[in-house]
């Protein structure tokens, strides 16, 4: 059966696209009500810095949550992100610091991620561990890593080049670069995933593995080079991290998966596989953020923060599970 014969067969109708863009449009809402409300809250709130910081906050961490959102519509899922973060930035800022420049060691860091990346990816693929189990030794593993690099302290990187901290600290026309790069990768990917036809095959291998793979689609490949670019991406974050702080910490990003994996769920990423959309996942990080900076602006403990974020989740992969049995119905 060829690919284009068997998109008829996928349960994508316009029914299900519509409800996919509904729930764009009420995080929208839900967003521009929050801000109201805070604005009210908080003089603070509706200034340009506290609106910077939630920018350049969530536009890395967007980075992560673009290459998750694949990964989550080919049916998978990655625990070890912020492992995977943290580590690009101790490789790197490790390498720079024993006399290789920024930039090939921020390179290295990158590709040192996606090999991790690989490596998960071979055993979901090639052994059969499901991503979950995988993720998760690997999220583990990784973090030992970083603390076996690190000795366990920090790595100060003062000495950092300033056209290298331009990357996380610069703006070009007053426009960050952080952003620009953010902004960068969303495009890209979300102009793959709609127009590409080697990631329509995201979709299909998401939404009905065993129809995909009768139709000559290499699932297993697909799953493994979505794993790698999760961890790419990761990389990639970790790196513009490293840029942004001057600094590589060990237990950096400890718990960061939570925020990323809410995101792309919160955006309309299915856990089941075969649905989202990069804008919905978008979305998603920047209502976390919004909650986020409203909760410090009206000095919430940080340890209602988790619980909030955490009831967000589960209201999130609720409203998931309910729209999958009505789809499965």
């Known amino acids: ?107 290295v860091g990158i590709l040192a991620s996606g090999f991790i990346g690989a490596i998960m990816g071979f055993f979901v693929t090639v052994v059969g561990l499901n991503h979950f189990i995988t993720s998760l030794a690997g999220m583990v593993i990784v973090r030992g890593l970083c603390l076996i690099i690190t000795k366990g302290t920090p790595l100060s990187l003062f000495t950092l080049p300033a056209s290298f901290k331009a990357m996380g600290q610069g703006t070009f026309y007053g426009i960050p670069y952080v952003i620009l790069i953010f902004v960068a990768v969303v495009i890209l990917f979300d102009f793959l995933l709609r127009r590409a036809t080697a990631f329509r095959k995201v979709f299909y291998t998401g939404s009905n593995e065993k129809a995909a793979l009768y139709s000559g689609i290499r699932t297993n490949q697909v799953k493994f080079w979505v794993t790698v670019l999760c961890s790419t991406l990761s990389g990639v974050a970790g790196v513009i991290y490293m840029s942004r702080f001057g600094a590589a910490t060990p237990t950096f990003g400890v718990g960061m998966e939570l925020n990323i994996i809410a995101a792309a769920v919160i955006g309309g990423a299915s856990l089941n596989g075969g649905s989202g959309t990069i804008f919905g996942a978008i979305l998603g990080i920047a209502l976390l953020s919004v909650v986020t900076s409203s909760l410090i602006l009206l000095d919430v403990s940080v340890y209602w923060q988790d619980m909030i974020k955490g009831c967000i989740l589960l209201a999130a992969v609720s409203i998931d599970h309910f729209l999958h049995k009505r789809k499965a119905a």
């Not at 060829?2 to 729930?23: C, Q």
């Open 1 to 107: 059966m060829a690919i284009d014969t068997m998109a008829a067969d996928m349960p994508k109708t316009g029914h299900w696209k519509r409800i996919g863009t509904m729930r764009e449009a009420g995080l929208i809402a839900i967003i521009l009500v929050l801000c109201v409300i805070m604005s009210f809250a908080s003089p603070h709130f509706l200034t340009l810095g506290n609106f910077r910081a939630m920018l350049m906050s969530f536009s890395v961490e967007g980075i992560v949550v673009v290459g998750m959102t694949i990964l989550l519509i080919v049916g998978g899922i990655d625990l070890a992100v912020g492992s995977v973060v943290c580590f690009a930035m101790v490789l790197s800022g490790s390498l720079f610091l024993a006399g290789l420049d920024p930039w090939t060691a921020s390179l």
